[in-house]
């Protein structure tokens, strides 16, 4: 399947999250954007191919590495002796996750040990490895990366004042969200060269329009700058039984994942989605965020979930990229 590479910029803050906002704009928010503008854009046409022949990552920051961009991934919480945010790093790059899932895929075993000179030292079994930090991120000690003196993203908060027109007086609130420091890179995966025009024509309207909430204060928006460049090798592995590294979200229940063995970035949808003239609840789920290495018997498949609504349906989608890395 092909993989096509987007590089966007924020020009402004972004608020994400179901509960409370989060720094990572997750795929099921972006695959539920890109449906939404499709059945808006497209009347008369299918949203069949978005559904289910369209896999969408995460909106990750990216770093330049050797002319091409490299995704930076969220730590997954392996086992360890210390805690990686206090030792100095909580992102991980795509080639060190990698390596990672094929070591556990290896060894069944992994534990971080020890850091000492930006060098991270790891157990497997009765032999070790050692990766390297750079500007909180994890990565192989042999990579040459170009990390923003700024960080990758950076917390936002701003006071606003609402000035009511009949009495004049003043009321202040705040709003919050994240800002990103870097470029960011969203991944899709088709095998049909027009669902990845179709839906890269969505995302620059969405970036128009604004992704995520408080878009009425400007947050959201975004540019989209044409194709990154990125190393596509390592998308020849398919997802199937065994360990897996995602990209994007995950149920954690269908196909059922082996949580005693898997390392999850957990994230929790509830709340109200929706326009405001028909909002709706969101069902309570736990699924898996990108940079969860998820270990499962059967290879993982498309997940679509409908949502009751008053008016219009809605769909929750977990169809992410998927990295195998079995043996």
Not at 211 to 230: D, N, P, W
Not at 310 to 316: D, K, Q, R, V, Y
């Amino acid at each position: 399947m092909r993989v096509k590479a987007l590089q966007i910029e924020f020009t402004s803050p972004y608020h994400v999250g179901w509960r409370k906002a989060e720094s990572i704009i997750d795929g099921i928010t972006l695959h539920r954007t890109l449906i939404a503008l499709h059945n808006l854009v497209h009347r008369q046409s299918p949203v069949d191919p978005i559904l289910n022949e369209l896999r969408v990552s995460a909106v990750l920051p990216a770093v330049k590495k050797e002319g091409y961009y490299e995704p930076v991934l969220p730590l997954p919480p392996l086992p360890s002796r210390i805690r990686p945010k206090k030792a100095g790093f909580e992102w991980v790059t795509l080639s060190a996750a990698i390596s990672l899932v094929e070591d556990l895929t290896k060894h069944r075993r992994l534990l971080i040990t020890s850091v000492k000179d930006n060098k991270v030292t790891m157990k497997l079994n009765s032999t070790t490895r050692e990766l390297c930090i750079g500007g909180k991120i994890l990565k192989l000690c042999e990579e040459n990366i170009e990390v923003p003196q700024s960080g990758l993203i950076e917390r936002f908060e701003a006071v606003l004042n609402r000035i009511d027109r009949l009495t004049n007086s003043a009321d202040l609130f705040k709003i919050s969200g994240y800002r990103a420091k870097s470029s960011m890179i969203v991944m899709l995966q088709s095998n049909d060269d027009n669902v990845l025009r179709t839906a890269e024509e969505l995302l620059k309207l969405s970036g128009d329009i604004g992704l995520g909430g408080l878009k009425s204060r400007g947050l959201g928006k975004f540019v989209t700058k044409g194709e990154a460049k990125i190393n596509t090798k390592y998308f020849e592995k398919e997802a199937c039984a065994g360990y897996n590294l995602l990209l994007g979200s995950y149920v954690l229940e269908d196909p059922p994942v082996d949580l005693m063995n898997s390392f999850v970035n957990t994230r929790l949808l509830a709340g109200y989605s929706g326009p405001p003239q028909d909002p709706h609840i969101l069902p309570y789920l736990s699924y898996a965020g990108a940079g969860s290495i998820i270990y499962v018997k059967t290879p993982p498949r498309p997940v679509i979930r409908p949502v009751k609504t008053s008016n219009i349906g809605s769909l929750l989608v977990f169809n992410p990229l998927i990295i195998g890395c079995c043996a």
